[in-house]
Structure formats: structure tokens, C-alpha cells
Nanobody
Framework: QVQLVESGGGLVQAGGSLRLSCAAS????????MAWFRQAPGKARQFVAT????????YYLDSVKGRFTISRDNVKNTLYLQMNSLKPEDTAVYYC?????????????????WGQGTQVTVSS
């Protein structure tokens, strides 16, 4: 099983940037498609972005397209989420997860393992 640890969250002003990292342990990281989700207080966990095993295919939630970039480094066993032009509505706990469902919007039910989450707060 792969274990995931997120980092890079914090408090930022609207319009600012953050880069989240998700460090994976285990030798099978490169065998999984990976995704980022987020959960705001009182709301369901929401899909944000996904990337395939090689990093050649990505898919984004419409509201983050053009602002967020998902990437991965299979040598470092790390997943990233570069977030630019942040908005207050991006405030949430961000989670990384592994799945084997390919490209497209990913359901939380399809994910095989999760990280513990990292808080992102965007002030107006």
C-alpha cells in the first residue's frame, strides 16, 4: 500500500500562489493515477485535478482550469499542485489520493488511498 503525506498549505492573500506537495512511500507510486481533492467546511469532498501514471494526461475541475497545474515526479515519488491566482473560494483542506480510473473527473469512491490533508486558506 502507498502512504501519502501532503505539505505546502498555508495562508495566502487572494491572487497569490501556493505549491502543494504529496510525498508517497512505497515502490508502486508510479503505477497509480493520482488526484487532488479538496473539502471546504460543511461541504462534500470535491475533485480538483488528476494526472495519469506517466504524467502525460491531466484533467481539471472547470473552476481551477488555467489557474492550477497538477504534475508528478515518479523518481521522487511526489505529486504536486501548483495553485496560482488563488481565490477565497479555493479555501479548503486539500487531499491527494491514488486511483486507477484513468483520466476524467474522479469520484472519491474510486480512490484506493489518501493523504491526511493540508489546509489552504485564501484571504480576501
Amino acid at each position: 500500500q502507498v502512504q501519502l503525506v501532503e505539505s505546502g498549505g498555508g495562508l495566502v492573500q487572494a491572487g497569490g500562489s501556493l505549491r502543494l506537495s504529496c510525498a508517497a512511500s512505497g515502490r508502486t507510486f508510479s503505477a497509480y493515477d493520482m488526484a487532488w481533492f479538496r473539502q471546504a467546511p460543511g461541504k462534500a469532498r470535491q475533485f480538483v485535478a488528476t494526472i495519469n501514471t506517466s504524467g502525460s494526461l491531466t484533467y481539471y475541475l472547470d473552476s481551477v482550469k488555467g489557474r492550477f497545474t497538477i504534475s508528478r515526479d515518479n523518481v521522487k515519488n511526489t505529486l504536486y499542485l501548483q495553485m496560482n491566482s488563488l481565490k477565497p473560494e479555493d479555501t479548503a483542506v486539500y487531499y491527494c489520493a491514488g486511483h486507477r480510473r484513468g483520466n476524467g473527473p474522479i469520484s472519491t469512491n474510486w480512490c484506493d488511498f489518501w493523504g491526511q490533508g493540508t489546509q489552504v486558506t485564501v484571504s480576501s
